[in-house]
């Protein structure tokens, strides 16, 4: 392989004044318009030296300055213009204005007295902003030269600051003052300035301490400009490899979704259950995961688990443990069985020392029967003749915890209508900003309120709940639900729910998400007209009223038997109730009737119930249709 070539000086010039790396591009733009700016500031404040020269304000001639000052003002305004017409947006734009300024700034120095000597360090201070080394420091050279041949040009024609020691006296006078606190002598003769004299007095005291103390900062200067380039390159490195781990852990985010079943409904032809299920991560990716799958055309299988920790690891965890779940349960394993050998399976060089929690039970769905065991985990609540309690038992060891461990199987009978809620501890340990936890308790009150709904409908409300309770609080832990409804045949619901901003400006939105839900029940064009104006009133009357011209949220679900339709609206704004509104005198003219009313009053005409309650700081607005197909 050819050995590298060194580039070349040219290259390196080309690379660092007009080539900037795409790393550093947009910060040069910034620069660039900052320093434009710059430039502007200082045409201003030289406008206002200009005034000032012509009340002959200063001590130095008022032609020096004007031939001085009025040039710098059109220096610093032309590069300026260019740069803010381009936006900053091309290469060469830096060097125009960084030799324009130093050009100003030396000629202003070499004009003014001593007090303005200061100004030559601008352009290389201000070269920073572009965090090149070699910028700074050419700048640094070329004002340095630059100031030497402007105060040499100051003394040669006896102008400025300079000038003030040349002054036309008899030859062989000799000339004392106090400069600066230095004793300085210029010896003339014959008119002529003595030069060397002037090496003594001028260039030893004057010009090398100003050379020396700019070298100084602007070797500050450049080291500041060098390790500004390294931070932001490092800066880069750090985001890109930010980026890659987060497209990696998105990757593998994706992965986790879909190894969990997560279309709904996942069994379109069965219609003697129904079932839904959720996983919210605590990160990019969790630990926690679910699942269900049919053995055999009659029985069902439910699984909740939770692994220890989080991210990329507790995610391969649950890949291998949902799969072995999986595997063995299909074989025809009772539970029991199918977590002692996967225990077994997960021990074996697990060397990371990572566990499972998990929930399992196989239904029968002929007959009701459901043969469950646990590994750890958290009771599942049960919904028996109607009412919720926790199916306690005594739970086994955890999965991948002790090797031959032999799990024991439990029994119950569930019967039609009686429903299964699975969860991890996410839920329950869910914390509030007092470090309060949500707790088994609160939970069972919140599916206690519940009415007969959908499972879909029952998970949203208690995530809903669980949200209002933690308020602004961090999620830490993964927070995963699932809900088995054992219902009959003619107890099956299908749902829809969208969240949309209470404002006008959605309602395009909120009827198109209603047409098409009651397009896809096969609902007559009479009834979705009469459903439809009935939303429009209500969502209307929310994003007028309830948040009191602030912003909010509206809720807007439906939820389907085969005869009815049930359309609910829900929103945290202040408590109104509309069906309190008196009904207008649909008799009496436009003119003499009262305003207001009419709208919520063809709602009520038009649906066949309406439904009004304040439920945890909401209001729940619910309309009932009966529909015709």
Request: glycine share 6%; net charge negative.
């Amino acid at each position: 392989m050819a050995a590298p070539t060194k580039k070349g000086f040219l290259k390196k010039i080309e690379e660092e004044f007009l080539r900037t790396t795409d790393t550093l591009w947009e910060n040069e733009v910034a620069a660039n318009i900052f320093v434009a700016k710059v430039l502007l500031g200082t045409a201003l404040l030289d406008v206002f030296f200009l005034v000032l020269a012509f009340a002959d304000t200063f001590s130095i001639e008022k032609d020096v300055l004007i031939k001085t000052l009025l040039p710098a003002f059109f220096e610093l305004l032309i590069p300026a213009l260019i740069c803010l017409y381009l936006k900053g947006r091309k290469r060469w734009l830096k060097i125009l204005m960084m030799v324009f300024y130093t050009f100003v700034l030396v000629s202003v120095e070499s004009t003014l007295t001593d007090n303005a000597t200061l100004c030559i360090v601008f352009p290389t201070v201000l070269s920073i902003r572009y965090y090149s080394q070699p910028l700074t420091s050419s700048i640094a050279v070329f004002t340095t030269l630059l100031s030497i041949f402007a105060d040499y040009y100051a003394v040669e024609h006896q102008i400025g600051r300079i000038d003030m020691n040349v002054v036309e006296l008899p030859a062989g006078t000799i000339l004392t003052f106090l400069e600066d606190s230095i004793l300085r002598k210029v010896v003339l003769t014959q008119g002529k300035i003595n030069y060397e004299r002037l090496w003594d007095n001028t260039v030893q005291y004057s010009l090398l301490p100003k050379i020396l103390l700019f070298s100084v900062v602007a070797t500050i200067c450049a080291e500041i400009a060098k390790r500004g380039r390294m931070a932001i390159f490092a800066q880069q490195a750090e985001t890109q490899k930010s980026e890659r781990i987060s497209t990696e852990l998105s990757v593998a985010s994706g992965i986790q979704t879909n190894m969990l079943p997560n279309i709904f409904p996942p069994f379109p032809d069965r219609d003697d259950f129904d079932i839904y299920a959720t996983m919210t991560p605590a990160k990019e990716v969790g630990g926690d995961f679910y699942d269900f799958f049919m053995i055999d055309e009659d029985h069902i299988a439910l699984v909740m688990a939770d692994v220890s920790g989080k991210g990329i690891p507790a995610a391969m965890f649950m890949v291998i443990a949902k799969t072995l779940i999986k595997d063995h349960a299909q074989l025809g394993l009772q539970p029991d069985d199918v977590f002692t050998r996967v225990n077994h399976i997960l021990c074996d060089g697990n060397e990371a020392g990572m566990f499972v929690t998990a929930w399992m039970g196989i239904l029968d769905l002929r007959d009701g029967k459901l043969v469950y065991a646990n590994a750890g985990h958290n009771p599942p609540v049960l919904k028996l003749d109607g009412k919720f309690q926790y199916l306690y038992s005594k739970p086994g060891f955890i999965l991948a915890g002790l090797d031959d461990f032999k799990y024991t199987k439990a029994e119950m009978q569930l019967k039609q209508g009686d429903m299964i809620f699975l969860y991890t501890d996410g839920v329950t340990e869910a914390t509030d900003l007092n470090g309060e936890l949500y707790g088994e308790e609160r939970l069972l009150k919140c599916l206690e309120k519940m009415e007969k709904r959908n499972c879909a409908y029952i998970l949203q409300e208690v995530r809903r709940d669980v949200d209002r309770f933690v308020g602004e609080a961090e999620q830490f832990d993964d927070l995963t639900m699932m809900v088995f409804d054992y219902s009959p045949k003619d107890m099956i619901f299908m749902s829809a729910e969208r969240t949309f901003d209470a404002s006008d400006d959605k309602l395009h939105d909120v009827l198109r998400f209603v047409e098409e839900e009651l397009e896809k029940h096969d609902v007559s064009m009479k009834d979705s007209m009469a459903i439809s104006v009935a939303v429009e009133e209500i969502f209307v009357n929310i994003a007028h009223y309830a948040y009191e011209g602030k912003s909010g949220k509206a809720v807007v679900g439906m939820n389907f038997d085969d005869t009815n339709v049930d359309i609910y609206l829900v929103d945290t704004g202040i408590p109104f109730n509309p069906l309190e509104m008196a009904d207008p005198d649909i008799t009496a003219s436009a003119e003499k009737r009262d305003i207001g009313g009419l709208g919520i009053y063809m709602v009520k005409k038009s649906m066949d119930s309406c439904h009004y309650e304040r439920r945890n700081n909401e209001n729940v607005f619910v309309m009932r249709k009966v529909i015709r197909k």
